[in-house]
């Protein structure tokens, strides 16, 4: 079964290449049509009447325009597909589609066997071959509608519809949903494949008994209601391991984006977790052909604007519960201010005017400082103010006023004396470092001085948390002013790939983390940076170019030239992502696990957002859930809420989740678990871990290897990453290590589970963190036991006892 299944996968996304291909060779040669056609246009300047020159330029203008549009749309350009059944009439729409909505009623026969009629492509262009047969459906035309809008209770004329992710031309992963999975589909006489959560949902829908189609039923009906529940408002999406409950809220996006775009056209921000959940939500959902309309981001690059790099890397879980917890605000609300005061500050300021020297001394700066900290706005907003009431006591200082009478006068004078004392070298020399404008960098770098933290952080942390807060931070210290690092030291955090260096590679090939001399940056960093960015405001930039009035006259929005129209599709995308910070819905996957300090971070960025909310209590891995629950409502505020439970874990066998409850009954008593609906009759199998434990971890990673087709995961705890990586070397792309917080969220045909002792003690919420490391496998499962396990003479640890 293993070997069939991985010959699918392969001969699949083979096929899905072919036809890429032949799309790329016809945009060849579209581009090359459109290319002559401005060349044939451009000709034509050599006929004088200015019929000939007006039909020159519009020609030049519209074939501009095609080329512009091909090239832009060049890359990554397919990315659906759905198989139909025969409809009810052969009406063909001008995409070369059939229109038709419904089945035909002899598409199915008695037997439940069906041939699929049509098959479509989705893309980001319509492209025609030369036949004028569609080789991709623009995903914006009518026929695209059922790869948004089919759902399982609803599916219309849709038996597969398959979810392809590519990078450049080529075809990386096919990603299957069977819409009717009790149906036999035949495509070209043989049986239609089905690669991923649809061949379990095939499996499923063809088991023998009403029972097992009943529970199909059950599970269609659930995910349908989330999908099609009204837009407005918060839906909240609750369900344990293996219920489909990303995968449903994801394909819930996609449908309200076509369903209403232009309400949506203010983007769609999905937020996960860990930056390996960030390629599989890609993969269930494509960007849909708009610039910037969807964007997927982890936690550690949500906050880009503010932290400048993608963190990667994990906090120590003592540190991590001091950062992600609400008390920071406080902390970081007094360090934004204290920060200024770092170094200390010039203690009298002298300035001529007038022709007089004018003075301010110590006290009176005092005074000056107090009055502008008597305002709420943030810190660099402040800084204007501070210069007013600076020039304010220098006036006043200067006996000026008492010259003049005529408050004309007065006002002339004043306006002169401002003029002359604010363009002074010493006045600017002395604003500077008396109110020097902050970034959020370099006042962590001022909370790495253990002194003044103390004072920022009274009867708000505890003294050996204020000391683990400062040693951590210690990473920014060496930063200057605008924030860039300047010295080196010790690594603090581990990244996600598992390396200790200063600067990490990001998931997606990215210089990551490259935020301080002491190491990358932690994903509780960028929430703290975050916060410092609202606390301290924007600094004062440079007043953009007035637009000129001719501009205005054209009725052009904007000005660009043909480079920048020529700009590469994802470039812009990433700049208009860079200008939002506002969006239309917000989806927050695996929310459980979102600190009160990254909830703050999330709600700034859906402030007029409806949202959609996935989680599950139980595999919660912050050690404070109420904490955090206070945080999300705080920032989801007043809207109604619309909740969802998805009960039936299909993608777990009874015998792994069996083994997993066990885990939940101590972790969360009286916690019910979802139904898991399917057997394999493989028992999970424990062993020991003798004297070298990456010697064994390799042998059980290597016989699961051997009887599984796919993807095999080794779960050990947060601080065994790296090491775990050196394990494995050499077994190949289908072996991944990673750590219990990284596994939140995949899945892996099998799943070798190292030392659950050690993950469960590895911080407070340590078994709910085992829960999900024990649920994250599709059909093996291997326990490997150490000697804190206490196992048994047959290897099973003393958690996993019934």
Avoid: C
Avoid at 144 to 173: D, E, H, Q, W
């Amino acid at each position: 079964m293993g070997a069939q299944h991985d010959s699918v996968r392969d001969r699949e996304i083979h096929e899905e290449q072919k036809h890429l291909d032949r799309v790329y060779r016809r945009l060849g040669e579209k581009i090359h049509e459109a290319e002559f056609l401005m060349d044939d246009a451009s000709k034509r300047a050599q006929v004088g009447t200015p019929g000939a020159l007006a039909e020159r330029d519009a020609q030049v203008f519209r074939a501009g325009v095609h080329l512009n549009r091909l090239n832009s749309e060049f890359e990554d350009f397919l990315f659906g597909r759905i198989d139909l059944l025969l409809g009810r009439d052969g009406v063909r729409g001008p995409d070369g589609a059939y229109t038709s909505v419904d089945p035909a009623d002899e598409a199915v026969a008695p037997d439940g066997t069906a041939e699929i009629a049509e098959t479509l492509h989705i893309g980001r262009l319509g492209v025609l071959d030369a036949e004028y047969s569609p080789l991709v459906i623009d995903w914006r035309a009518p026929a695209a509608a059922p790869f948004y809008r089919a759902t399982p209770l609803n599916p219309g004329r849709v038996v597969r519809r398959r979810v392809i992710r590519s990078k450049g031309r080529r075809v990386l992963s096919v990603e299957d949903d069977l819409l009717r999975p009790e149906l036999t589909p035949r495509l070209r006489g043989d049986e239609l494949p089905v690669v991923g959560d649809g061949a379990l949902m095939a499996a499923l829908g063809r088991s023998r008994g009403h029972t097992m189609r009943d529970i199909v039923a059950s599970i269609q009906a659930e995910q349908d209601l989330v999908i099609r529940a009204p837009a407005g408002s918060v839906t909240e999406v609750e369900g344990g391991p293996g219920t489909g409950k990303t995968a449903v809220a994801l394909h819930r996006a996609a449908y309200l984006l076509y369903q209403d775009r232009r309400r949506y056209a203010g983007g769609i921000l999905i937020v996960s977790p860990t930056p390996l959940l960030v390629s599989y939500t890609e993969g269930v959902l494509p960007s849909l052909g708009e610039e910037g309309q969807v964007v997927i981001r982890a936690l550690g690059s949500l906050a880009a604007d503010a932290v400048g790099a993608e963190a990667t890397a994990y906090d120590e879980q003592p540190v991590a519960r001091i950062k992600g917890s609400a008390r920071m605000v406080t902390v970081l609300r007094r360090a934004a201010r204290g920060a200024l005061d770092r170094g200390g500050l010039p203690d009298r300021l002298r300035v001529v005017a007038f022709g007089s020297r004018v003075e301010l001394d110590a006290d009176e700066l005092r005074a000056v400082r107090r009055q502008v900290l008597g305002g709420t706005a943030p810190v660099n907003l402040m800084r204007p103010r501070a210069r007013k009431l600076l020039l304010d006591a220098l006036w006043e200082k200067s006996g000026a006023r008492r010259r003049h009478t005529d408050p004309e006068l007065i006002a002339e004078a004043r306006s002169g004396f401002d003029e002359d004392v604010s363009t002074e070298d010493s006045f600017l020399e002395f604003l500077d470092a008396w109110w020097p404008e902050l970034n959020p960098r370099t006042v962590l770098a001022a909370m790495a001085d253990e002194r003044l933290l103390s004072r920022w952080a009274r009867r708000v942390l505890k003294p050996d948390e204020v000391r683990r807060l400062a040693r951590s931070l210690r990473r920014f210290a060496g930063t200057d002013s605008t924030g860039t690092a300047s010295s080196g030291g010790d690594s603090a955090g581990t990244d996600s790939s598992g390396t200790d260096s200063a600067s990490t590679s990001g998931p997606d090939g990215s210089r990551a983390g490259a935020a301080g001399p002491e190491g990358p940056l932690s994903v509780h960093d960028v929430a703290l940076l975050d916060e410092l960015n609202v606390q301290l405001g924007p600094p004062a930039r440079p007043r953009r170019r007035e637009v000129d009035p001719l501009d205005q006259l054209t009725g052009l929005e904007e000005l660009t030239t043909f480079a920048d129209r020529d700009r590469p599709r994802a470039e812009r995308a990433e700049r208009l992502e860079e200008e939002r910070s506002d969006y239309a819905h917000v989806i927050v996957d695996e929310a459980q696990d979102l600190t009160p300090m990254q909830w703050r971070m999330v709600g700034r960025r859906g402030r007029q957002a409806t949202w959609t909310i996935v989680g599950d209590p139980a595999q919660s891995s912050w050690s404070d859930p109420e904490e955090s629950a206070r945080a999300r409502d705080e920032a989801l505020g007043k809207r109604p809420r619309r909740r969802f439970e998805l009960n039936v874990n299909y993608r777990n066998p009874a015998e792994v989740a069996a083994l997993a409850d066990r885990v939940l009954a101590l972790a969360m008593p009286g916690s019910v678990p979802p139904r898991a609906v399917r057997g394999t009759g493989l028992e999970p199998r424990f062993r020991e871990l003798g004297v070298d434990p990456g010697a064994d971890v390799r042998e059980a990673a290597a016989e699961l290897l051997a009887e599984v087709d796919g993807t095999v995961g080794v779960v050990v705890a947060m601080g065994r990453r790296a090491e775990a990586r050196t394990w494995i070397a050499g077994l190949g792309d289908r072996v991944v290590a990673l750590g219990s917080l990284e596994a939140k969220g995949l899945e892996y045909d099998a799943t070798l589970v190292v030392s659950p002792a050690e993950i469960a003690d590895e911080s407070p919420a340590g078994l709910r963190v085992l829960y999900v490391a024990l649920t994250r496998a599709t059909l093996r499962l291997t326990v490997l036991s150490g000697p804190g396990d206490v196992p048994d003479e047959q290897g099973v640890p003393d958690l996993l006892r019934e």
